[in-house]
């Protein structure tokens, strides 16, 4: 009995090592591996001639087995068993390196890459800015690798969803634009619409961009680089700062021409060269100028980053992206779509009053009386029918402004598709560059949100600062519907 079980074993071994051979594993399954070490930060143990790399991981350094017993083969993959009797995944280590093995015996970094895809049971793993991060579990399940991670990636299906993000930020930014040819700046949908959009900016600004500058600044693979605990937060006053300063010297600038052209306008009865210096460097203009430069920067971002994630989560985010990029068109359009359509915007100057019929080459002032506009307070009525300010910045220059917007996030994807091969978003450096546009950004978003948007409007004399009951609810329930959309979708990008 003996013999013929010994019999039978060796037919067993050398069924399974011409099995192994036609499955793409030319190398005979050994029943044990043994004389287990460390080295390279990879359990190395040898079977006859053959040095073995198992994929294990013990609890510490000091706790590595000396062999592994009871292998076998799953398909073309080679397994033993552990210390606690479950499978472990073993590859031959001449062959560890070769990218054109057959599944299961890809390198390390490629295992990792397909393990990292898959959510393990208990894990929560999502994409941030091209950096998967995983919540749940424990400490040993989300085991995080900082070189970079081949994945398996649908080149022709980010290609075409480009022209899906294009057509979609174009509709977002677009449609306020053309609205306004069909309703006043000031009727009640843009007013909601203008609120939404002051909701999205700020939302996008805390939850989206300062979340993710905190997230790239407190990753592991950074180690001591950055051991200030408020670096996000740092960045984030920059910009604030930045954009404080800019708007700053924009409105000093704009005073300091309205002076100089009032003057010229008493020699000079032909001040229409002067009018369009002050409606060219306008404060509305600068203002625009801000957002727009925030905007773009996190917008490109968002497309480098999207198409380098993982195929698992590609489409889920795609999907988030493309609602964040239609909203934050909304935004920006219903801003762009204003300009120069109302008196603030047109900066009077000292002396001119309103004109009777009077034409300038670029502001025209007349008496007029307007059609009534939806729940106007009395306030807003007299202004409306005792000046109204023709456009004072062309279509051309609203669809330039609007056309930075609408290309800048597939600009991004395109580019983030020509780096597939060697995009790391774990290497430090590109952990740093992406925390700190990220926070930069956010700083400006905050200041454009919530000073020029928010108190503007409400506070500092714009159209909500004595309207009536009804567009005081409505534009507030804009805001709040702003806000609360995109911190929803903060959830999943």
């Keep these: 009995m003996v013999h013929i079980g010994q019999t039978v074993s060796l037919y067993g071994l050398f069924g399974l090592a011409i099995l192994g051979s036609v499955n793409g594993h ?144 174009t509709l977002g930014v677009y449609l306020p634009i053309f609205a306004v040819s069909f309703m006043r700046p000031e009727h009640i949908v843009f007013t909601v619409l203008r609120q939404f959009g002051t909701g999205v900016i700020i939302s ?16 592991e693979c950074l180690g001591d680089r950055i051991q200030y605990e408020s670096t996000a937060a740092v960045l984030l006053m920059a910009g604030l700062f930045l954009s404080f300063m800019i708007e700053y010297a924009g409105v000093r600038l704009v005073q300091w021409h309205r002076a100089k052209s009032a003057s010229k306008s008493i020699e000079d009865s032909s001040d229409g060269a002067s009018l369009q210096k002050v409606n060219t460097l306008s404060a509305e203009m600068i203002n625009i100028y801000v957002l727009e430069a925030g905007i773009i920067f996190h917008s490109f971002l968002i497309g480098l980053t999207l198409v380098v994630s993982g195929d698992a989560f590609f489409i889920t985010l795609f999907i988030v992206v493309v609602f964040h990029q239609f909203f934050e068109g909304l935004a920006l359009g219903t801003r762009i779509a204003a300009l120069g359509l109302t008196p603030r915007a047109a900066f009077p100057l000292p002396g001119t009053g309103h004109s009777h019929g ?107 600062t004595n309207a009536r009951p009804l567009k005081t609810i409505l534009g507030l329930g804009g805001l709040i519907m702003g806000m609360t959309l995109m911190s929803l979708l903060g959830k999943w990008a």
């Design 358 to 464: 009077h034409h300038h080459d670029h502001v025209q002032v007349t008496h007029k009386e307007s059609s009534p506009v939806i729940d106007q307070s009395p306030s807003e009525r007299t202004l409306s029918n005792e000046c109204e300010v023709t456009p004072t910045v062309s279509f051309t220059k609203k669809v330039i402004l609007a056309a930075l917007f609408a290309f800048v996030t597939p600009a991004g994807m395109a580019l983030g598709t020509g780096i597939l091969g060697s995009f790391n978003g774990n290497n430090p450096a590109t952990l740093i560059a992406i925390g700190t546009l990220d926070a930069f950004s956010a700083g400006i978003l905050v200041w454009v949100g919530v000073v020029e948007m928010w108190a503007q409007d409400w506070m500092l004399g714009g159209e909500l």
């Design 26 to 169: 030319p190398h005979p399954t050994p029943e044990e591996i043994t004389d287990c070490h460390l080295e390279d930060s990879q359990i190395h143990c040898v079977a006859g001639s053959e040095e073995y790399i198992v994929k294990f991981t013990p609890s510490s350094p000091n706790d590595i087995p000396t062999s592994f017993s009871g292998c076998h083969e799953h398909g073309a993959s080679l397994f033993c068993q552990g210390p606690d009797g479950s499978d472990v995944s073993v590859v031959v280590a001449h062959d560890h390196d070769h990218e054109d093995d057959h599944e299961g015996h890809a390198h390390g970094d490629e295992e990792a890459g397909t393990e990292a895809e898959e959510s393990t049971e208990g894990l929560n793993c999502h994409f941030h800015a091209g950096v998967e991060h995983c919540t749940g579990g424990d400490a040993e399940t989300r085991q995080n690798t900082c070189s970079r991670v081949q994945r398996d990636y649908n080149i022709p299906l980010r290609i075409g969803l480009i022209f899906a993000m294009l057509a979609t930020s």
């Design 204 to 219: 996008t600004a805390f939850v989206h961009l300062f979340t993710h500058a905190n997230l790239m600044f407190q990753n």
